[in-house]
């Protein structure tokens, strides 16, 4: 698939297969396809049929329309179930003299990956915060530096296994090879913060339909990171309740006269709403309508604050809220949440990343996470391409091939030679299928 990169993003209301390759004017996307996501509850997969059913369809697409093969994928994961800790690990050195290299950083990580949890949980991401060197505390990066003692302070995000085994299964079924899987909030936050933003620090709020994900930056380090279980659909679930009217016309009432800050909604307009079963039509006013969906959103933000302060970062977010998703697009939404929280706030999508001819409807809040899936994937995959070491053809010099053979003992010994050539040939390709097999597993 020459340099191109394939993306996944199993959303509760939309599934995305985004393809695309790195440019010098940005990500250059291929091929897109979204379409209406089942069997995805609150960012879990939970019927993998019902997913395969949305997926296949739009991967034969992109392979006929674009006549691409896709193979190798990343996919994101979320679900209301994820959560961060924080954990510590600590060694002794017994050659205090010895620089600390970064094989002995990588070790520590690994030995976290591989910390207990909770039945049914899974480590997804380790993400070191700062290191102590014997006296010296609080060390961004401790490679390079000597001591008897290194402890680091470690995030660990965790979800539950049954979440990223089926996220797993639905892949596989799809006829794909899983290449890792990525927590949905580090996706949308690499697609829409600035590095600016990650330095001062910000909290990313990516408003989705199933759940709302939070991720928290500061001096360029993952600081913290929550799902709260409501997102749009949860806003469009009141309002049917609310206004007794059907899924599709309080999604509809949602998007095109919703408003989630009631004291801006006008006080005269009205929405008809058809009676059913001979019943008379009634109305709804615009009023009503943003007062239901502002208790809902309220109760979001309330949820998002009480995550921000747990974090021990709320007074450290030099950059504000940066806001993205596809319901980061109901009306007056940036305004409630600066009133509510007291922060700056901006609306952002993932259009700095993408090249200019990339198409409209690429270039949208609710297509992040797909964005930020695909350019996690070009920087795992130009990693393993870097740190891959060149094959080496397989020389004959060395070989003893003898002048041309006339009794039958010489003609077998050049027929054996001829053998272990082949063979030597063989296990390169053996090798590199079995280190093929180890990355994909990792």
Known sequence: MNNYIAAIDLGTTKVVTLVGEKTESGFKIIAYMEVPSKGVMRGEVVNIQNVLDSLLPALAEVRRSQSIEIKDVFVGIAGQNIKCMSQRLSRNRSKSDDLIMDDEIEEMIKEMANSRVPAGEKIL??????????????????????????????????????????????????????????????????????????????????????????????????????????????????????????????????????????????????????????????????????????????????????????????????????LTGGGSQLTNLKQFIQSKTGYSVRIASPVNHLSHDTPQEVCKPSSSTAIGLLMIGHDKMKNIAQSAPEEEPVLFEDLEIAAPATSKEEKNKKKSIRKTGRFLGGVSHILGDIFDTTNNEA
């Open 125 to 322: 991401h380790v993400i070191p915060q700062a290191y102590n060197v014997d006296d010296h505390i609080g060390v961004e990066n401790a490679s390079g530096m000597t001591g008897t003692r290194i402890e680091g302070d470690y995030k660990l995000f965790i979800g539950k296994i049954n979440s990223v085994e089926h996220s797993k299964l639905v892949i596989n079924r799809a006829g794909l090879n899983l290449k890792e899987l990525i927590l949905e909030p580090v996706a949308s936050a690499k697609a829409v913060l600035t590095e600016d933003e990650m330095e001062l620090g910000a909290a990313m709020i990516d408003m989705g339909g199933g759940t709302t994900d939070l991720l928290i930056y500061h001096n360029n380090i993952i600081r913290h990171t929550a799902v709260i279980p409501f997102g749009g659909n949860s806003i469009t679930e009141d309002l049917r309740q609310g206004c007794s009217v059907f899924l599709k016309n309080a999604e509809q009432m949602k998007i095109q006269y919703g408003s989630c800050y009631s004291e801006f909604a006008p006080e005269n307009k009205t929405v008809a709403i058809p009676g059913i079963g001979g019943l008379e039509n009634r109305e709804v006013s615009f009023k009503y309508i943003a007062g239901i969906i502002e208790a809902r959103v309220e109760e979001i933000i309330e949820a998002i604050m009480y995550e921000i302060e747990n974090s021990g970062y709320m007074d450290k977010l030099g950059a504000g809220i940066v």
